[in-house]
């Protein structure tokens, strides 16, 4: 075949062109931020965020949903195919191609949510002052605070519920649990520790909880707890994330010294933020079902590991404080790409 | 949270006085004042500062071109911005063309703000959207911006504001004597009081105007909100008559200079008249008395078995005034734990002492963020907080104790904290000083009328700074005794050093069991353990808890939403329960 030379620059410019397009996964990446450096310098740094951001192009790109300064901390897409973001003013659920802020002036600072199995519609909110609880997948809240221990237990930080549907709460003072939905909570050790993040390592029974000062393990769902921090650099530990497709493996974020990780159920742990500039991590993600990869969010960018590789690469957003990851499908229809 | 003041949508200044009759003007005059000084304001890009042009219907043209260019800008402020276009919708209506009340809808319906942590920014964000909900006609069900319909918005701004009136009045206020902050209470009260369209909430909120002018009219001297304070900002805090409320007391009382702030305006405008019993308690009461309150701390996040309540004591002469809390941490970053005030031809009079604390662990009590975000994000916005040089904030490591014109401040401060000293504030321009080199000792100082001596426990150096004299004493056991008078109570500056210097102070138990004794000029023997008893003659004070104040001008039992306000025989009574204002002459 002969190219004229004016078809041959065509193809040449649209081949460059092509190669700078952000070409879309067939994933979608969610991150909650409550902090952007960049958006608007200058004014007050609560004012400094964008909500939540999503990329369907493998982070190249992002776009900014709900309330421009809500500092979004917790996403639910509930079983009921709506979503929830949980902020520092209360909680937003979209409806249509709004948003609805669906609590009132009592509810404040989301921290997490959790969904309960087998009941569709009831969803728990953790806050920093309490719980509430929605019957109607996020429309209504009643507030459910008086069911925790009076003191700093009512600091939810994070909810985790175990397949036999009971619900462990890590809170500022200790670990909680409730075996009927949130109605009733007793405790279950760590009292007087901030315990900033849970997790649940459903292949070994292993339960591991993140607090201010080390990681903890229990392996009779909470009744007994042992510290296991060798090799921990820093006892400032922020979240915590089981890597199910491993046995025995953690990796752990701090407020100073990046990520740890471990492969022997936390009786070792080793540096594991190569690649990573910034080493207050607030976040951990896995996706399991999808690209196998581990997502770290810290206080400046996000950060992806791959499978397979022991360097973590930035994945942009670097001005922003991530506070939230969530990766699931993207389906294409038409051109008009939703989900 | 509080915010720096000159990034509020309000303005605040302090202006060059045009009524130089003080004490001779009526409260009327005083208002027109205020209106002919905001409606020609050269800088009129704020919808509040607006408000007096269109209110007035002075050059309007101009005003509705910089209205205008400010309605096509992106808003910003939050609760700040819904309330200052609130306030221009109401009160500069008859003059503000339909096209630019429109707009106004508009931005309502897309601009997004957050009702923010603060206590005066909840109530102003909820008093601002109970008024949209009642006059914004033409929104649509779910045309706001927070995705509720009108009478969703309605009725979450009523219920917060009706929980409000009745914590605050049943339980006490969190941002309590704030010189820089009640001011927005009390516009948002205003607002309220002339605009709400059902009565009992017009009532409510003049309830709450008096309730709050009343505890500023017992604490007011001289221009000055006098004794310790939940919310304060240094500059403020070294010159005790730059605050909005120095302004607003000018306007009520007329006995200082007529200075402006944007916190006046709303009264101008308003139809509201202060009663005359305020005026005379802060003007004419010439009896010493002390008023004890019970105060709500800030909201904790965090330590959240501390206490809930602190007691405040302020003591006052028509000369001067002591006031304290009792101790600990109602808010880390802007709380003023004591000082002592006077009348005098200085700006500056005032002294006070504190433990600079500051941790992120102290912060993260007070703030939902985790310690680090928590003190990254407030040491950026409040760049003072981390020093150790700076003028306000609270600290655990505190306790006080007065008596009258007496007070003992302790300290215990752990190995452990950033900050090992104490530092008190002296103002230049002291008539005379007297000081036993660099302590321990009595450092003695007269400012006018007012005496005052400062006995340092521990070594101290004094160093000379542009606002003052900064007393710092590097010791983590540390404690001062303050005592103050003036004529009638000692005749003169030499029998007050003459008193003090004969009193006696015995600090042999401070080192080992954090205990002084003193006895006071006046013969009264104190006893203070830190973390322990506080004595006055033998007998153990106990602050009371079923009472939100008392005194002999104020009177409020806790749980009763009722507050007794009283001059001579008159007697206004205020009660939120019941919704009813009383006068008893």
């Known amino acids: 075949m002969i190219f004229t030379l004016p078809s041959f620059l065509l193809i040449l410019l649209s081949f460059l062109f092509s190669s700078h397009q952000p070409v879309e996964t067939d994933f979608v990446i969610e991150v909650g931020i409550i ?4 958006l608007k310098p200058g004014t007050k740094p609560e004012h400094l965020a964008f909500g939540l951001s999503r990329s369907t192009d493998d982070g190249k790109t992002w776009t900014s949903q709900g309330w421009p300064f809500a500092q979004v901390r917790a996403v639910l897409h509930t079983s009921n195919g709506n979503l929830l973001l949980g902020c520092d003013h209360g ?74 549907g009971a619900v462990f709460a890590a809170t500022e003072n200790g670990c909680l649990v409730s075996f009927d939905s949130g109605f009733s909570w007793s405790r279950v050790g760590l009292t007087t520790k901030r315990v900033r993040g849970l997790a649940l390592h459903e292949g070994s029974s292993l339960l591991a909880a993140a607090t201010r000062s080390g990681v903890f393990f229990s392996v009779d769902n909470g009744a007994s707890w042992s510290k296991r921090s060798e090799g921990l650099l820093s006892t400032k530990m922020t979240c915590i994330l089981a890597d199910t497709t491993r046995d ?19 009786t ?8 990573i500039s910034n080493y207050f991590i607030r976040s951990l993600y896995i996706d399991h079902s999808l690209t196998g990869r581990i997502y770290a969010g810290t206080d400046g960018g996000l950060f992806v590991l791959k499978p397979g590789h022991d360097k973590w690469e930035t994945s942009d957003l670097g001005s922003c404080a991530i506070s939230f990851i969530d990766v699931h499908p993207f389906i294409h229809t038409n051109n008009m790409n939703h989900e | 949270m509080s915010k720096v003041l000159k990034s509020l949508t309000f303005i605040f200044l302090i202006a060059a006085t045009t009524l130089s009759s003080v004490g001779q003007t009526t409260y009327q005059e005083r208002c027109d004042s205020v209106k002919a000084f905001f ?83 909840q109530v102003l964000y909820y008093a601002a959207l109970l008024l949209a909900s009642e006059n914004f006609d033409d929104m649509e069900q779910r045309g706001w911006f927070n995705g509720k319909s009108t009478d969703q918005n309605h009725a979450e701004a009523e219920a917060f504001l009706l929980d409000w009136f009745a914590r605050t009045t049943e339980d006490g206020m969190e941002e309590f004597d704030s010189p820089t902050h009640t001011g927005f209470f009390l516009s948002a009260m205003l607002l309220l009081r002339d605009f709400a369209s059902d009565r009992d909430m017009r009532t409510r909120a003049e309830i709450m105007l008096d309730w709050l002018l009343a505890e500023f ?23 005790p008559r730059a605050s909005a409320m120095t302004c607003i007391g000018a306007l009520l009382f007329g006995d200082v200079e007529l200075c402006y702030s944007g916190e006046q305006l709303l009264f101008a405008f308003s139809s509201y008249r202060p009663p005359d019993i305020l005026r005379q308690i802060a003007l004419e009461y010439v009896r010493p008395y002390t008023i004890v309150q019970k105060r709500r701390t800030g ?182 005794i303050v005592q103050v008078a003036s004529p009638p109570q000692v005749p003169t500056f030499e029998d007050f050093i003459k008193r003090v210097k004969s009193s006696k102070v015995d600090t042999s138990a401070f080192a080992r069991k954090k205990r002084i004794r003193y006895t006071t000029i006046f013969g009264d023997k104190l006893e203070f353990t830190y973390g322990g008893a506080r004595k006055v003659n033998r007998k153990k ?22 507050l007794r306000v009283t001059f001579r025989k008159d007697t206004l009574i205020l009660n939120m329960k019941n919704v009813r204002i009383t006068h008893q002459p």
Request: with cysteine; hydrophobic share 35%; charged share 20%.
């Open chain 2, 299 to 480: 909201v904790r996040y965090r330590n959240t078995t501390a206490p809930k309540y602190v007691y405040e004591t302020t003591f006052l002469t028509p000369w001067y005034s002591l006031g304290s809390l009792n101790g600990g941490l109602i808010q880390p970053v802007n709380q003023h734990s004591w000082d002592a005030s006077w009348k005098a031809p200085i700006d500056r009079s005032t002294i006070f002492s504190m433990h600079p604390a500051a941790s992120p662990e102290l912060l993260a009590e007070f703030y939902p963020a985790c310690e680090e975000e928590a003190w990254n994000t407030l040491a950026s916005l409040y760049g003072r907080y981390p020093t150790f040089n700076k003028y306000v904030g609270g600290s655990p490591y505190e306790e006080l104790f007065q008596h009258r014109n007496t007070l003992i401040a302790m300290y215990d401060i752990p190995k452990t904290d950033r900050h090992q000293l104490i530092t008190t504030f002296f103002p230049h321009g002291l008539d005379a000083t007297d000081a036993d080199s660099t302590g321990p000792g009595w450092i003695l100082a007269r400012s006018g009328r007012f005496f005052i001596g400062v006995f340092a426990v521990r070594p101290y150096q004094m160093v000379s700074e542009p606002a003052g004299t900064r007393f710092v004493s590097p010791f983590r056991r540390n404690a001062l």
């Open chain 1, 248 to 266: 025995a493996t953690f990796y752990a974020g701090t407020t100073d010294m990046g990520i740890f990780r471990t492969t022997d159920g936390g």
């Open chain 1, 35 to 38: 902090r952007n450096t960049l």
């Open chain 2, 541 to 562: 004070v106990r602050f009371d808890p079923d009472y939100l104040v008392k005194s002999p001008v104020l009177n409020s039992k806790a749980g009763s939403g009722i």
């Open chain 1, 91 to 164: 909680i937003l659920k979209k409806q249509d191609s709004s948003w609805v802020l669906t609590s009132d002036w009592r509810l404040k600072n989301t921290t997490c949510f959790a969904e309960i199995p087998g009941a569709p519609g009831l969803i728990l909110a953790g806050t920093a002052q309490g719980l509430w609880v929605s019957m109607d997948d996020g429309d209504s809240w009643s507030d459910r605070t008086s069911k925790l221990p009076q003191d700093d237990s009512r600091y939810i930080n994070a909810l985790v519920v175990d397949p036999t």
């Open chain 2, 39 to 121: 409606s020609t304001f050269d800088i009129a890009s704020d919808y509040f500062i607006l408000t007096a042009r269109f209110h007035e219907g002075v050059d309007l043209d101009t005003a509705m071109s910089t209205l205008d260019d400010l309605l096509s800008s992106q808003p910003r402020g939050d609760a700040y911005w819904m309330f200052s276009t609130m306030t221009l919708y109401l009160h500069g209506s008859a003059n503000l063309p339909e096209r630019q009340k429109k707009r106004i809808r508009e931005l309502w319906k897309t601009y997004q703000p957050l009702p923010g942590r603060s206590e005066h920014e």
């Open chain 2, 217 to 239: 009219a017992a604490k007011y001297r001289d221009g000055m909100y006098t004794g310790p304070h939940s919310l304060e900002f240094e500059y403020s805090a070294i010159r």
């Open chain 1, 268 to 275: 070792t742990w080793t540096s594991g933020s190569f690649g």
